[in-house]
């Protein structure tokens, strides 16, 4: 890097003392702590007339280990040079066989000495050849939208600058560098520099020229900048409209033109427009407008919207909202940094399918695309700037660059850069200054320049609490507790008394909340229970929308992901990268299904006698005359009526009571049978077609009580085999060695699970620091033994005969255990279980210390299952805290499809408050029915599963291993936040519970 270009580090002069060090320049220029050079003045990302010329495609690229290694050999003007290869630009170079990726959550992966990087630090020299028509003449600029983490930018061999903000856009002026005819655009990619120390987001280290690189004509009385100002007055109804359209920093003369609304008035000046429809996220309102001087015009969408904060209440026009988020981070499996637009729309409409209305850019500015169409969709964004140190904590935030004077003028760089790109959009209501960078005046001076710069916006930072120069206060992960008394206004108060009045009077967000790490996230309708009862809560960001897993191909030629220390890392933040509603696919993963109905913006609620059902509309702006409202009525899996009901539009916020046709329940003719009443859209939108599903309401009838059998079997003796029915047990032990046709290869109590990624995690506020996974493994759930006390016949009421088998299972080393009797008894076809649990020893005291994971059985058949069918909760699974998206129906999938293909194997697929279910055998039909129970169904042990760090591992054996829970601990949200709540916590207790099963032989 020139000298000229150079901010020198404080020991950087010595080396350069050596004629020998070469390279002094350059390590000392990726060492520099100063915004980037030569750039031109950040500006808003403007649709023109102008010409423009996508240089996009394949470039040259060379790979050095470090700036040291990189030959000063004149690369920079082109040519057909060896040792270079073809490497497409937008792309991460590590995606593409260059370099491995590298995952840290919060540790560097280099030593923290900034703002220096070690000598290690992947280099890469690109080079692109176009050609420049005389469109481009006599001015123009080059943009790059994205380049990890510094670029150095020549073209034809002239130096014109350097880039520091991975995500954000600097542009260069070409004019007098640019020839008519062949150029040579030539960047160098550094890795890491002391940049890096103020982009520690949680996510893959992937260097490269990620988004895209544009050579953009300047004409003669062109337009640089325009800034829209679009309010709305709710009291009058009146849009208020003043565009500042500049030049060189200069208001220039401008030409507004608003065609729908008839409109041309000259820029600069205020405009009060009556009847205007303004813009939210649920009626994203939008009129088209042109900019123009003699020599360009730009276009814009202008929605009109004004932000306030009142009585500690966020309000848009007037309104207070809230917001039902989600953390997004941009990641594609096998492209890396580079999401192609088409997977952008892609995911923004699965947000909304989903009732998701706001998103919170993590922890970045996103391509500037996104913007446009969270404006055109409809999301709430908060904007973040790219911005987080968070490595420092562990060393008590030394050397943190939000508190380091010499870091100030970088820092309001990345602040202006990501302010000055994305004014325009009404979907941005607040901006971020960053995330997890401690504290600091350099977080108070980005503030103040964006308060100056737009104060229609309030300012958003969540890492410190005393909230001195933000508008909102945030937290990560508070509990639902503490959530509570935030609503409330009654938290805990600050020392400071000025401070704490402050931050009282404002309206509370959790920027992240309900880690959604594998299985889970638990507790999300307590919280949303919160957010609509107290007007201070603003509502919440689910950490996060999307999985960063890697795309592989493991040897069964299936599609897997991988994630940190998968690619050799030397320190690594493991499957932490792997935590999401969607997978890295975009595929929903449960706890988006869940989420959906959370958060789902009507309450409809059936009359327990299917006479009607009441409605709550809890849209802030939208009545509900774009729905439709439908019944259905399915009875032993089979619909017997239907239709749709007119609902005349209600309010936002209001109620209304709606009949429903008589004689609904009288169809059923007394079989189980489901009532569901569904809000489906009428037309088609941007976001989805007619009839998609918003929100739904279900009641019962005839559900079946707790399964009899007339237990009118004896037990044969058939010399070592005894014989009840269908069931054949070995007569030394007790155990279930065939039912039916089927052998049965295991049947044993259980009170382990394979733990989710939230049961590893450390419970916030738990008084046990250790994760309830490491619990139960030092008690010793997952190895327990079984002693025998005694097999023995009773007689039973209907004539026949009870086969008792009683045991205790404990673990080695403890003394505590349980009591397990299971009781067998037949009417000659069926065969029933009855098993009662009985903790043995102190157990309220010294044993047992530890909650249980479940209460059930595990019997392991002889044969593969085809597939499953059930009465119960579905189609996806569920938990005693998660499922909230699962109706009470009649349900068949394959067995491929009960389990849920998280990227670390862990406990999930249970199918839960099932009454009946049947497993279709090689060898025939296994029917189960209880009241009710958790059903899950794997072809593998769940010693397999426990021991599996990747999808690739679980090989079927040939067998089925069901699970049969009476009883399950809940999910929580550990991973990252509060653990399980006490309601759904399975603290060890006596449990009964039996099951009655079916056999049918196959012909």
């Known amino acids: 890097m020139p000298a000229e270009l150079t901010t020198t580090s404080h020991d950087a002069s010595a080396a350069a003392e050596s004629d020998l060090d070469l390279a002094a320049e350059q390590v000392a220029g990726l060492a520099?702590?100063?915004?980037?050079?030569?750039?031109?003045?950040?500006?808003?990302?403007?649709?023109?007339?102008?010409?423009?010329?996508?240089?996009?495609?394949?470039?040259?690229?060379?790979?050095?280990?470090?700036?040291?290694?990189?030959?000063?050999?004149?690369?920079?003007?082109?040519?057909?040079?060896?040792?270079?290869?073809?490497?497409?630009?937008?792309?991460?170079?590590?995606?593409?066989?260059?370099?491995?990726?590298?995952?840290?959550?919060?540790?560097?992966?280099?030593?923290?000495?900034?703002?220096?990087?070690?000598?290690?630090?992947?280099?890469?020299?690109?080079?692109?050849?176009?050609?420049?028509?005389?469109?481009?003449?006599?001015?123009?600029?080059?943009?790059?939208?994205?380049?990890?983490?510094?670029?150095?930018?020549?073209?034809?061999?002239?130096?014109?600058?350097?880039?520091?903000?991975?995500?954000?856009?600097?542009?260069?002026?070409?004019?007098?560098?640019?020839?008519?005819?062949?150029?040579?655009?030539?960047?160098?990619?550094?890795?890491?520099?002391?940049?890096?120390?103020?982009?520690?987001?949680?996510?893959?280290?992937?260097?490269?020229?990620?988004?895209?690189?544009?050579?953009q004509a300047r004409p003669v009385e062109g337009i640089d900048d325009v800034f829209v100002h679009a309010d709305f007055d709710h009291s009058t109804g009146e849009g208020i409209l003043r565009l500042e359209v500049s030049r060189?920093?200069?208001?220039?003369?401008?030409?507004?033109?608003v065609p729908e609304l008839g409109l041309e008035l000259p820029a600069g000046v205020e405009h009060r427009l009556p009847g205007i429809a303004p813009w939210s996220a649920e009626l994203p309102r939008l009129y088209d407008a042109t900019v123009s001087t003699t020599g360009e015009t730009v276009s814009a969408q202008l929605g009109f919207r004004t932000i306030s904060i009142e009585d500690a209440e966020f309000k848009v026009n007037g309104q207070r909202i809230l917001l039902r988020g989600v953390n997004r981070h941009e990641h594609?499996?096998?492209?890396?940094?580079?999401?192609?637009?088409?997977?952008?729309?892609?995911?923004?409409?699965?947000?909304?399918?989903?009732?998701?209305?706001?998103?919170?850019?993590?922890?970045?500015?996103?391509?500037?695309?996104?913007?446009?169409?969270?404006?055109?969709?409809?999301?709430?964004?908060?904007?973040?700037?790219?911005?987080?140190?968070?490595?420092?904590?562990?060393?008590?935030?030394?050397?943190?660059?939000?508190?380091?004077?010499?870091?100030?003028?970088?820092?309001?760089?990345?602040?202006?850069?990501?302010?000055?790109?994305?004014?325009?959009?009404?979907?941005?209501?607040?901006?971020?200054?960053?995330?997890?960078?401690?504290?600091?005046?350099?977080?108070?001076?980005?503030?103040?320049?964006?308060?100056?710069?737009?104060?229609?916006?309030?300012?958003?930072?969540?890492?410190?609490?005393t909230s001195a120069y933000v508008d909102v206060y945030s937290r990560m992960y508070a509990s639902q507790a503490e959530t509570g008394l935030i609503g409330q206004g009654v938290e805990p108060p600050l020392d400071d008394a000025g401070l704490d009045a402050r931050r009282r009077a404002m309206p509370f967000v959790l920027c992240e909340y309900v880690h959604a790490?594998?299985?889970?996230?638990?507790?999300?309708?307590?919280?949303?229970?919160?957010?609509?009862?107290?007007?201070?809560?603003?509502?919440?960001?689910?950490?996060?929308?999307?999985?960063?897993?890697?795309?592989?191909?493991?040897?069964?030629?299936?599609?897997?992901?991988?994630?940190?220390?998968?690619?050799?890392?030397?320190?690594?933040?493991?499957?932490?990268?792997?935590?999401?509603?969607?997978?890295?696919?975009?595929?929903?993963?449960?706890?988006?299904?869940?989420?959906?109905?959370?958060?789902?913006?009507?309450?409809?609620?059936?009359?327990?006698?299917?006479?009607?059902?009441?409605?709550?509309?809890?849209?802030?702006?939208?009545?509900?005359?774009?729905?439709?409202?439908?019944?259905?009525?399915?009875?032993?899996?089979?619909?017997?009526?239907?239709?749709?009901?007119?609902?005349?539009?209600?309010?936002?916020?209001?109620?209304?009571?709606?009949?429903?046709p008589a004689g609904l329940l009288e169809r059923t003719a007394l079989s189980p049978a489901v009532l569901t009443v569904s809000a489906v859209l009428k037309q088609d939108t941007a976001w989805a077609e007619a009839g998609h599903e918003l929100a739904w309401g279900q009641e019962s009838a005839n559900v079946p009580a707790a399964p009899k059998l007339e237990a009118t079997a004896g037990v044969k003796v058939e010399g070592d085999l005894l014989r009840l029915g269908p069931a054949v047990f070995e007569r030394s032990t007790g155990s279930l060695i065939r039912l039916g046709g089927t052998p049965v290869e295991g049947l044993r109590l259980l009170l382990w699970r394979a733990p989710t990624d939230n049961d590893l995690g450390a419970e916030w506020g738990s008084p046990d620091p250790r994760p309830v996974a490491t619990q139960w493994l030092e008690a010793g759930l997952n190895r327990l033994h079984t002693r025998l006390l005694g097999v023995s016949s009773r007689p039973t009421a209907g004539g026949g005969e009870e086969l008792v088998v009683r045991t205790r299972v404990a673990p080695a080393g403890k003394q505590f255990g349980v009591i397990a009797e299971y009781a067998w008894s037949s009417d000659g076809s069926g065969v029933s279980l009855r098993t009662k649990v009985t903790p043995d020893g102190e157990w309220t005291n010294a044993g047992w210390p530890v909650p249980w994971a479940r209460v059930g059985i595990e019997l392991v058949m002889g044969s593969p299952t085809q597939s499953v069918e059930w009465f119960g909760q579905g189609p996806h699974h569920s938990y005693p805290d998660t499922g909230q998206g699962t109706k009470r129906g009649w349900y068949q999938l394959p067995l491929q499809d009960m389990d849920v293909e998280y990227v670390r194997p862990q406990e999930s697929g249970a199918r839960s408050g099932v009454y009946r279910a049947a497993l279709e055998f090689d060898g025939g039909r296994l029917t189960v029915s209880g009241q009710p129970f958790a059903l899950t169904v794997r072809p593998y042990s769940l010693e397999v599963l426990d021991a599996a760090t990747h999808r690739p591992a679980l090989v079927p054996d040939g067998r089925s291993y069901v699970y049969l829970d009476h009883v399950v601990h809940g999910v929580g949200t550990a991973a990252c936040g509060p653990g399980v709540l006490e309601g759904y916590r399975l603290e060890p207790r006596e449990a009964d519970f039996s099951f009655v099963f079916g056999v049918t032989q196959s012909t």
């Not at 060189?248 to 033109?257: C, L, S, W």
């Not at 030397?570 to 932490?576: L, M, Q, S, W």
């Open 517 to 660: 790490m594998g299985n889970g996230p638990g507790g999300m309708s307590e919280y949303q229970e919160l957010f609509e009862r107290y007007p201070r809560l603003m509502g919440g960001f689910v950490w996060e929308w999307l999985e960063h897993g890697i795309a592989r191909t493991g040897p069964d030629g299936k599609e897997h992901f991988v994630y940190g220390g998968d690619f050799g890392e030397e320190v690594h933040d493991g499957n932490f990268v792997t935590d999401g509603l969607v997978d890295a696919n975009r595929v929903p993963r449960p706890g988006l299904l869940d989420f959906k109905k959370v958060v789902e913006p009507l309450s409809i609620v059936v009359a327990a006698d299917w006479s009607g059902f009441s409605l709550t509309n809890r849209f802030d702006f939208a009545d509900t005359s774009a729905l439709e409202f439908r019944y259905v009525v399915e009875a032993d899996g089979v619909t017997v009526d239907g239709g749709s009901v007119e609902v005349a539009p209600v309010a936002p916020h209001e109620s209304a009571h709606v009949r429903l």
């Open 248 to 257: 060189a920093g200069e208001p220039v003369a401008a030409v507004v033109r």
């Open 332 to 465: 594609h499996p096998k492209l890396g940094r580079v999401v192609p637009r088409e997977v952008m729309e892609r995911e923004l409409r699965l947000m909304k399918q989903h009732n998701i209305n706001a998103i919170r850019t993590s922890h970045y500015p996103p391509h500037p695309d996104f913007l446009a169409l969270a404006d055109q969709l409809g999301f709430y964004v908060v904007l973040e700037c790219d911005l987080e140190t968070h490595g420092f904590e562990e060393g008590g935030w030394r050397q943190n660059p939000s508190a380091d004077p010499q870091w100030q003028p970088a820092l309001v760089d990345r602040m202006s850069r990501t302010v000055e790109r994305d004014k325009n959009h009404a979907s941005v209501i607040m901006w971020s200054l960053g995330n997890e960078a401690g504290t600091g005046e350099n977080l108070a001076a980005m503030s103040r320049w964006t308060k100056l710069r737009d104060p229609s916006r309030p300012i958003h930072y969540e890492g410190d609490w």
């Open 32 to 215: 520099s702590m100063a915004p980037p050079q030569g750039t031109l003045a950040a500006r808003a990302h403007l649709q023109s007339t102008a010409p423009r010329l996508s240089l996009n495609g394949d470039w040259k690229f060379r790979l050095h280990p470090g700036i040291r290694q990189a030959p000063q050999d004149g690369w920079q003007e082109g040519g057909d040079r060896p040792g270079f290869g073809d490497l497409p630009v937008p792309s991460s170079w590590p995606m593409h066989g260059h370099g491995t990726p590298w995952y840290t959550n919060v540790q560097f992966p280099f030593p923290v000495e900034p703002p220096h990087v070690p000598d290690a630090n992947p280099v890469g020299d690109l080079f692109f050849e176009f050609a420049a028509g005389p469109e481009y003449f006599p001015a123009a600029l080059l943009r790059f939208d994205g380049i990890e983490s510094a670029g150095t930018v020549w073209l034809n061999g002239i130096l014109l600058g350097t880039t520091r903000g991975s995500r954000l856009a600097h542009e260069f002026d070409v004019t007098g560098v640019l020839v008519p005819g062949a150029n040579v655009l030539a960047v160098q990619v550094a890795q890491f520099s002391a940049a890096s120390y103020v982009e520690d987001q949680d996510m893959w280290w992937l260097p490269g020229i990620f988004r895209d690189v544009t050579l």
